[in-house]
């Protein structure tokens, strides 16, 4: 975690996932700039910041919103280190990205080692109802997979289904993931240090 002011904690955040399945109109959504609905491409990395208070304690997020072409995977590694939380977005009217999900968080351990608490968010919910039901990820292969990537990495998730467009489970995704950096953060530093490691 990277000092602050006495008391304030600042965590940085990666968002990832495949090309398109709303990672920027999340990001956007959750800093309280609106919903934009035509798509364009992140070009290799984009970062916002957002203050915040939890649970009396004040947080700064620098979210990384990571391109998703495979092209710019090499961009891509440099913005993984030191990251405090993963936020791994799939589309939940988009099978291939909902496959692809293991492939990004095979890539984030490549870069990262032992994972840092993360958010599975499953988004575009608001256009199920319009979709093939082939392309559709059900709320319960969601669970499965946050589930099984949890016990298998022994990582701290949350999983949620989100809309951007309609802003629904945002800010508990955003603030859920913080509550878990931030118990994580203390946990460490509730440690005590190796014997010899005081100067």
Same mark, same amino acid.
């Given at each position: 975690m990277t000092l602050g002011p006495p008391g304030s904690k600042i965590f940085k955040v990666v968002l990832i996932g495949d090309g398109a399945v709303g990672k920027t109109s999340l990001r956007k959504r959750y800093l309280g700039e609106g919903f934009v609905a035509s798509h364009m491409a992140t070009l290799g990395v984009d970062f916002a910041q957002k203050r915040l208070?939890? !649970?009396?304690?004040q947080v700064r997020l620098i979210?990384?919103?990571l391109a998703g072409q495979p092209s710019y995977e090499k961009v891509r590694r440099h913005y993984y280190l030191g990251s405090h939380g993963i936020i791994l977005v799939y589309s939940v009217v988009n099978r291939e990205s909902f496959d692809n999900a293991s492939k990004w968080l095979v890539e984030a351990y490549k870069y990262?080692?032992?994972?840092p608490p993360t958010a599975v968010l499953g !988004?575009?919910?608001d256009l199920r109802e319009s979709s093939s039901p082939d392309s559709i990820v059900t709320t319960e292969e969601g669970n499965r997979f946050a589930d099984y990537f949890s016990e298998?990495?022994?990582v701290s998730v949350v999983f949620r289904e989100t809309s951007a467009l309609r802003d629904e489970n945002v800010v508990e995704a955003f603030?859920?993931?913080t509550r878990l950096m931030i118990r994580v953060d203390e946990r460490m530093r509730s440690q005590p240090e190796p014997s010899g490691a005081r100067l």
């Open positions: 208070e939890l !649970n009396g304690v979210i990384w919103d990262m080692g032992q994972l !988004n575009k919910t298998r990495l022994l603030t859920e993931l």
